[in-house]
């Protein structure tokens, strides 16, 4: 990955995102597009950047944050031994990148507190289940639910915040396209209300 390009995985919520694709020809037509991307190899893999390297090309005042010592409404998150990166200039929440995370502070200063350490967990959850979105929202509620800073109260607010997101995935009977992509806001909030009630979640 260049650092030119976006971070890795982000929650697809501060830009518009396009609707998903809503007739059959041109779902086929992505599905082959998919076919035909499988088959085909990279001539090479590009290295993420560094949280270091992060910070020399966006410049301004963004600024890394040690594994451990951010905190979010005096809460103390933590991700593994990952550090966070604070950029003021990402455009959107946060986002993630192979070994560490990125926090937008002027945005996640618009957000309650369970919603600010939802966006968190969810990026971090990227860090350990990979590009899956729902995996990634699942992994954060119950996350949360576990260590007690997620109530039922706290989801309705996530959910309040996730509802209006446009998916970005192309999206055929029932099914997405494309791997990592974000599933329209109310499919996220069922999907994780699911996760929230598991009673395997201890």
Excluded at 44 to 72: C, F, M, N, S
Excluded at 97 to 120: A, D, E, H, Q
Excluded at 165 to 186: N, Y
Aim: aromatic share 6%.
């Amino acid at each position: 990955m260049l650092i030119s390009a976006r971070p890795a995985k982000g929650m697809g919520l501060a830009a518009d995102r396009a609707p998903g694709l809503r007739h059959i020809g041109l779902a086929l037509a992505a599905c082959a597009m998919l076919i035909v991307s499988a088959f085909s190899t990279p001539a090479h893999a590009d290295k993420p950047p560094t949280p270091q390297e992060y910070i020399e090309h966006v410049g301004g005042d963004a600024k890394l944050v040690p594994a451990g010592a951010l905190r979010l409404d005096g809460n103390r998150m933590i991700c593994g031994h990952r550090p966070t990166v604070l950029d003021n200039n990402l455009d959107d929440y946060a986002a993630a990148y192979p070994g560490f995370l990125i926090i937008n502070p002027k945005l996640m200063n618009r957000v309650s507190t369970p919603v600010k350490m939802w966006i968190y967990s969810h990026e971090c959850a990227h860090q350990f289940r990979g590009p899956d979105e729902e995996l990634a929202d699942c992994f954060a509620v119950q996350r949360g639910r576990r260590q007690g800073w997620l109530t039922a109260d706290g989801l309705e607010k996530v959910c309040n915040f996730i509802k209006p997101a446009k998916g970005d995935g192309i999206s055929f009977l029932g099914m997405t396209f494309e791997a990592g992509a974000h599933a329209p806001g109310t499919e996220r909030c069922e999907s994780m209300r699911r996760c929230f009630k598991d009673p395997k979640v201890r």
